[in-house]
T-cell receptor, first 115, second 112 residues
């Protein structure tokens, strides 16, 4: 149990384009999902907290107009990187909090490369 | 002061020995504590959660929590080469709406 999927697992896009990443909790419901970014050899950096049916809460320094988050259902949250630039190249990881156990489970991550 | 602190390592452990990882946190009101394992290039995997003072054992893993000292540790018994990874300590603070504060992680290298 407690499986979180992400799609795509990797993506290469051109500078200036937008990329959407999906995060799904497959066998549990998640009222809250979290989006992280991780650069090589660095720890996880929380970008935003996504609550089902409401606006996401962004961490300080994260541009909400650049990283659009939608949490339309109890099993799906999406992150859209708009007008991507090479410095946005990173490993993006979502986690979902089980609404019953409150434990958080991570998706496998999406590796984004912007050329 | 960082909210969650871990030694970065690497912690080199002979195969079959015990690996001991430490974590301290600053928010005295924290109630939930987690250990995640992250292999290089992969996302973190939850291996242990602990909420009460004392020890919690799960297979070869034992988590220890001392809230008075604001300290949580992870022991890995009979270490295997497959245990080589970065171990992340995560703490959920009071009223944080489930946000976890992560330490920077301790890299463990198990040598055959």
């Amino acid at each position: 149990g407690a499986v979180v999927s992400q799609h795509p697992s990797w993506v290469i896009c051109k500078s200036g384009t937008s990329v959407k990443i999906e995060c799904r909790s497959l066998d549990f419901q998640a009222t809250t999902m979290f989006w992280y970014r991780q650069f090589p050899k660095q720890s996880l950096m929380l970008m935003a907290t996504s609550n089902e049916g409401s606006k996401a809460t962004y961490e300080q320094g994260v541009e909400k107009d650049k990283f659009l988050i939608n949490h339309a259902s109890l099993t799906l949250s999406t992150l859209t990187v708009t007008s991507a630039h090479p410095e946005d190249s990173s490993f993006y990881i979502c986690s979902a909090r089980d609404r019953v156990s409150y434990e958080q489970y991570f998706g496998p991550g999406t590796r984004l490369t912007v050329t | 002061q960082k909210e969650v602190e871990q030694n970065s390592g690497p912690l080199s452990v002979p195969e079959g020995a015990i690996a001991s990882l430490n974590c301290t946190y600053s928010d005295r009101g924290s109630q939930s504590f987690f250990w995640y394992r992250q292999y290089s290039g992969k996302s973190p995997e939850l291996i242990m959660s602990i909420y009460s003072n004392g020890d919690k054992e799960d297979g070869r893993f034992t988590a220890q929590l001392n809230k008075a000292s604001q300290y949580v540790s992870l022991l890995i018994r009979d270490s295997q080469p497959s245990d080589s990874a970065t171990y992340l300590c995560a703490v959920k603070g009071v009223g944080s709406w489930g946000k976890l504060q992560f330490g920077a992680g301790t890299q463990v290298v198990v040598t055959p």
